[in-house]
């Protein structure tokens, strides 16, 4: 599967945006999706997981009751909807497919195919 990742940008503090995640392939209903970010100097991290379905989703504690993720597996596409943003969210944005976990997974070393990146810049 091919992923591309989309809607980052530059918004200021308490601001609003929506990432997108479009997979090529007929078989977008088969993996688990998960988005990750990477700071510069940090490492890359989970961000937010959701299941085949989407009827189970993960969130890392930073971003619980900010961030909603959600997928449209008629549509090929998963989403992160990011509202409340800080500057600590700053990073470039990944989207990630894992073939193999039965469930959401959130570690980095569990999904087989990643997007290019799209970075997220928060202003104070």
């Known amino acids: 599967v091919q992923l591309q990742a989309s809607g980052g940008g530059l918004v200021q503090a308490g601001g609003s945006l929506r990432l997108s995640c479009a997979a090529s392939g007929r078989t977008f209903s088969s993996y688990v999706m998960g988005w990750f970010r990477q700071a510069p100097g940090k490492e890359r991290e989970s961000v937010a997981t959701?299941?085949?379905?989407?009827?189970?989703?993960y969130y890392a504690d930073s971003v619980k009751g900010r961030f909603t993720i959600s997928r449209d597996n008629a549509k090929n596409t998963a989403f992160l909807q990011m509202n409340s943003l800080k500057p600590e969210d700053t990073a470039v944005y990944y989207c990630a497919a894992d073939s193999t976990s039965s469930s959401i997974s959130y570690r980095v070393w569990n999904y087989d195919y990643w997007g290019q990146g799209t970075l997220v810049t928060v202003s104070s």
């Open positions: 959701i299941s085949r379905s989407g009827g189970r989703t």
